[in-house]
């Protein structure tokens, strides 16, 4: 069985940003499948795809007014962290490590995707803003400041 499968569980309505999550799940059954000598290529192409992935929703949360330093940010930023950490694991003769991790990152995703990303795509729609183009269409839904913190009022930073 697979660490994690696309299932409308993980679908937020949003193309792109479900476009791109199915990759990642795609990327993270290649780990899953891979033989330990490609295991570190494919674990290369995960990491390259989730520093993209993850520096557009950070832009995204820029362009609408969600801050560099809230939660979901800081998630981005510890995530690409420890893959990283994967791959100089492997380096290290240890390609155990990738596997571990895969499983790992198969878990968070899934709950990151139904918390933060459903928010965050909530958000998006909200306030009218095209992913592709960076344009607000409905500017007056923006916040009149930065969301910080987890964007609540209790968890402000």
Same mark, same amino acid.
């Given at each position: ?25 795609? =990327? ?35 362009? /609408? ?7 979901? /940010? ?30 790992? =990152?198969?878990?968070?995703? =899934?709950?990151? /995707?139904? $918390? ?20 607000? $269409? ?13 964007? $609540?009022? /209790?968890?402000?930073?």
């Amino acid at each position: 069985m697979s660490y994690l499968e696309w299932s409308e569980a993980l679908s937020l309505d949003l193309p792109t940003m479900d476009d791109t999550h199915r990759e990642l799940v795609e =990327l993270l059954g290649a780990v899953e499948d891979s033989p330990d000598e490609h295991l570190v290529t494919r674990w290369r192409v995960l990491i390259d795809h989730t520093e993209d992935h993850f520096a557009r929703e950070d832009q995204w949360m820029r362009d /609408t007014r969600f801050s560099s330093v809230n939660c979901h /940010t800081t998630q981005h930023q510890v995530v690409l962290q420890v893959i990283r950490e994967g791959e100089t694991a492997y380096h290290s003769g240890r390609p155990e490590v990738i596997r571990v991790m895969a499983r790992e =990152l198969a878990k968070w995703f =899934l709950q990151h /995707t139904q $918390s933060m990303d459903a928010a965050l795509a909530l958000h998006l729609r909200r306030v009218g803003y095209d992913v592709i183009t960076g344009v607000v $269409s409905i500017p007056n839904a923006l916040p009149a400041e930065e969301i910080r913190g987890c964007a $609540s009022a /209790t968890c402000r930073t």
